[in-house]
């Protein structure tokens, strides 16, 4: 079976400096994905970055990197230059095997980022 | 374009009530979700359609029932639900090639 684990609930940045979220996970398939979403307030799911098993680079997204540790299953999202607008809900996620031309994501608890000015 | 539009954004329903939630993308995806999140929780996946037919049913209550007209549009009717079923009720798409999930807005569903 899958899972994802965020140990964090709740993380406090200053505007303009760096934040990593944690991110683990369990799984015993070989293919597979890990994503992040960020939720504003507003409720709306917004896809940020993904990084796949196989793949050997880190992803990255503008001011945002996943550190991805595969033998530690670590993939942990790295916000740089925190701008107050970063502030949300942020939800590690991860897909298993592709088939059907659908996948299943199961996403974890979710930790709350709040950035001060 | 990555738009997925979702209607209504807020809905308030009696138990009695039947009503429908809209959601609708114009990306060209034939991978339609439906999740519904409750307050402070991750959202928890109800059904999948895979090129108009239902592939996933999470085990979810025949209160709630998928409809997935065509490739662009997808519904959830509502009928005799609980006010347990209060919930953000999110709808998604993906390209049948990709992984990644485009979400909507999200329908802000109340049962009195």
New interface residues.
């Given amino acids: 079976a899958q899972k994802i684990t965020q140990t964090q609930p709740g993380m406090f940045v200053q505007e303009k400096e760096a934040v990593t979220l944690d991110c683990t996970y369990d799984t015993s398939d070989q293919s597979y994905g890990l994503f992040w979403y960020k939720q504003p307030s507003s409720g709306e799911m917004i896809f940020l970055i993904y990084q796949g098993s196989y793949d050997e680079q880190n992803a990255t997204e503008g001011r945002y990197s996943l550190n991805f540790q595969k033998a530690r299953k670590s993939a942990n999202l790295v916000i740089s230059a925190s701008q107050l607008g970063d502030s949300a809900m942020y939800f590690c996620a991860m897909r298993g095997p592709f088939s059907g031309g659908y996948n299943k994501l199961i996403f974890g608890a979710g930790t709350r980022l709040a950035v001060h000015p | 374009d990555?738009e997925v539009t979702q209607t209504p954004k807020h809905l308030v329903m009696g138990m009695t009530n039947k009503k429908s939630l809209k959601c609708e993308q114009h990306m060209g995806h034939?991978?339609m979700?439906w999740y519904k999140q409750k307050a402070k929780?991750?959202?928890?996946?109800m059904f999948?359609y895979?090129?108009e037919k239902l592939?996933?049913n999470e085990s979810v209550p025949s209160r709630f029932s998928p409809e997935c007209p065509n490739s662009s549009l997808l519904n959830l009717h509502l009928h005799a639900l609980q006010p347990e079923d209060s919930a953000?009720y999110?709808c998604?798409s993906?390209h049948?090639?990709t992984?990644?999930?485009?979400?909507?807005?999200?329908t802000?569903l109340t049962v009195t």
């Fill in positions: 990555t034939r991978a979700y929780k991750p959202p928890e996946l999948v895979s090129y592939s996933i953000l999110l998604a993906s049948e090639l992984y990644e999930q485009y979400f909507g807005p999200g802000r």
